[in-house]
């Protein structure tokens, strides 16, 4: 994996700064259907110079190929969520890396705690407006195969947006170019692991 590059300043660049301050600790992406966990994801780890996992397709190939809505359709949802569970346990394991979850995996407190000791989270939140038209263009998500998916979208965000308010950091993911949300993550990641150190030396 490249290493993120040095600026000709001679400073370290703030990506550098960040894979240096992360150690052993992977970033995990958490948030709705279509937040855009998987694209924003494999971007941040490529300016970060970090492998980057999607638990989606991890798990479709441990099931040898199997889609996620035949996972669902011929084991049924807790059998997902349970394999779920165990692979981004697996991978958070495997050292420093980029990870993409799935959209309920973080509503599992077993899974949440894991992130919290292996990881920086953050919840990329997206009103249902917005990601009512990112999933409309693939059928691949099963929770919404609905009679009315909108409502259910509705019913999912606000069930779980108390949850992925838990994570370390939030980023508005709305439709502005893809760069624009990684230079937030990264600018937040930033000023959460390297904090500015308060001011010297104020007198009363
Ligand atoms: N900031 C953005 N602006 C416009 N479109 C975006 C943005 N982020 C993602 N998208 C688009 O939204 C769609 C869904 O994104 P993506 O698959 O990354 O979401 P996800 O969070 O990984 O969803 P899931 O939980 O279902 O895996 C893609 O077509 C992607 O190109
Ligand atoms: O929001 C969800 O519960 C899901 C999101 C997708 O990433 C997949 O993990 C699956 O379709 C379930
Ligand atoms: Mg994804």
Known sequence: MP????????????EAEISAALGKRSIVL?????????????????R???????????????????TIPEIFA???????RDGESRVIARLLEGG????????????????RSRIRDKAVSIWLKADVDIIMKRVK?????????????????????????PVYQCADLTIWSRDVPHEKIVDECIDALHTFLLPPSPTLGATR
């Open 3 to 14: 290493e993120p590059a040095i600026p000709a300043s001679g400073r370290p660049s703030q």
């Open 137 to 161: 263009r693939r059928a691949d998500r099963p929770l919404l195969q609905t009679e009315d998916p909108e409502a259910t979208a509705g019913r999912l965000l606000r069930e779980r947006e």
């Open 74 to 80: 011929v084991h049924g949802e807790p059998y997902f």
């Open 48 to 66: 970060l110079g970090l492998r980057f996992l999607d638990a989606d397709g991890e798990i479709e190939l441990a099931h040898a190929g199997m």
């Open 30 to 46: 958490v948030g709705m259907m279509g937040a855009g966990k998987t694209t924003i994801g494999r971007r941040l780890s490529g």
């Open 96 to 111: 420093p890396a980029v990870l993409a979850t799935g959209g309920g995996a973080f509503m599992r407190e077993e899974t």
